[in-house]
């Protein structure tokens, strides 16, 4: 009784985990991103096969998202890539997540709440080296950890910087990384087991263990779930694996004369008489409004494109190539189907969008099915 559903193979998952390891030396630190909900996959089910598959680190965006791997066991450690609200501080001590640090004042509002409690805190401290967002611009960097490693209830265990082009410029990625070694050179009184980390899934593709010697860490998010972040990126010869389809079935099938117009504000027009299949997922599944008269999606193992408009629960597509289709039939919106497939690249790029927000944007409605072991 599925209208649209995913389908999430949690051996791929364990298999991208051995490759992502295979890309690095093996002294590295793998820190498993798996903010938004484990982008999308459901972050029990996720965070589960990867603790058994042996990943060293977790990193989330919040503190809720924290104590919910929290719940799961106290053997790992996890970071919170976000700055933290006020409130927050408490329940992040209190479930030993490790915050982000990119300024004085964070510290010293995390610091306070750790003395009342008499209760040091591990945190990472974060350099921003081109990115603009968060971490201590690099020029204060050193004068900022200084005074914060004065703080007596913060350790600070941990120094990382962010990427800003590692999926599309290469020779400033070069740059960011050359300015945080630099840094990282002149910060005194670190901790012996301090971990130093910059790369995301991009990043990997420039990441070369003379170049980048300090680097004992590396945080991946997209690759985990088989993606590549860059075109052409030389990692897809680690064979990672898709670790999500998306699914759902043929709503309604009929023929309609040539000239009828297709869906809201008439975007297309059919030149002869067609055969559609009206499709029963839409833009409250995660079909983006943006692939309307761009995408396709695979019926019978072929592509049919994508007609008109998006709306909120149906999409339409042209089926006059296929044979006798019906309703109920699968329709495959990314994955495989007998020797066609979509990307989530493919599908991102027809949508003017990128995987990460595409994983993001599947709803609540879309049901995950988990599959655990390789088919
Ligand atoms: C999301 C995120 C990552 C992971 O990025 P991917 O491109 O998905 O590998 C790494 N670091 C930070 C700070 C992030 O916010």
């Not at 040091?120 to 200084?146: N, S, V």
């Not at 309307?292 to 006059?320: E, H, P, W, Y």
Request: proline letters at 5%; one cysteine or more; hydrophobic letters at 35%.
């Amino acid at each position: 009784m599925r209208r649209c559903w995913v389908e999430i193979h949690l051996s791929e998952l364990e298999h991208n985990l051995q490759c992502i390891r295979s890309m690095v030396p093996s002294h590295v630190k793998i820190i498993s991103v798996v903010k938004a909900d484990a982008y999308g996959h459901g972050i029990h089910a996720t965070v589960a096969r990867l603790m058994q598959s042996g990943t060293d680190i977790f990193a989330v965006a919040n503190v809720q998202e924290g104590a919910s791997i929290r719940e799961m066991g106290s053997g790992w450690p996890i970071l919170t890539l976000s700055p933290l609200l006020p409130e927050e501080i408490p329940a992040c001590i209190e479930n030993n997540i490790t915050p982000t640090i990119s300024t004085y004042q964070e510290a010293e509002a995390i610091n306070k709440v750790a003395s009342i409690k008499k209760s040091p805190i591990q945190c990472h401290f974060k350099i921003d080296t081109g990115m603009g967002r968060l971490g201590i611009w690099y020029e204060q960097a050193l004068e900022e950890y200084i005074k914060i490693s004065k703080l007596h209830y913060i350790c600070i265990q941990g120094i990382y910087t962010h990427f800003a082009t590692s999926d599309n410029d290469i020779q400033y990625t070069h740059k960011q990384r050359e300015l945080f070694l630099s840094i990282i050179d002149h910060l005194p009184n670190l901790p012996k087991d301090c971990i130093f980390h910059a790369d995301n899934s991009a990043g990997l593709d420039s990441f070369s263990p003379e170049g980048g010697r300090l680097f004992n860490a590396v945080r991946i998010g997209l690759l985990q779930f088989g993606a590549q972040a860059r075109e052409n990126s030389l990692l897809q010869f680690y064979n990672p694996k898709p670790t999500l389809s998306f699914h759902t079935r043929i709503g309604l099938i009929k023929k309609v004369p040539p000239g009828t117009p297709i869906s809201y504000n008439l975007t297309h027009r059919v030149d002869h008489e067609t055969t559609l299949a009206i499709i029963t997922a839409g833009y409250a599944d995660g079909i983006p409004l943006s692939i309307s008269n761009r995408g396709s999606v695979l019926i019978q193992g072929k592509k049919c494109r994508i007609l008109g408009r998006v709306t909120m629960d149906q999409i339409i597509v042209d089926v006059d190539h296929l044979n006798n289709p019906q309703c109920g039939d699968e329709v495959v919106l990314i994955g495989q189907q007998g020797k066609e497939k979509i990307t989530l690249e493919e599908f991102s790029k027809n949508a003017q969008s990128i995987p990460w927000e595409i994983l993001c944007s599947i709803s609540k409605r879309v049901e995950r099915i988990y599959k655990t072991v390789r088919q």
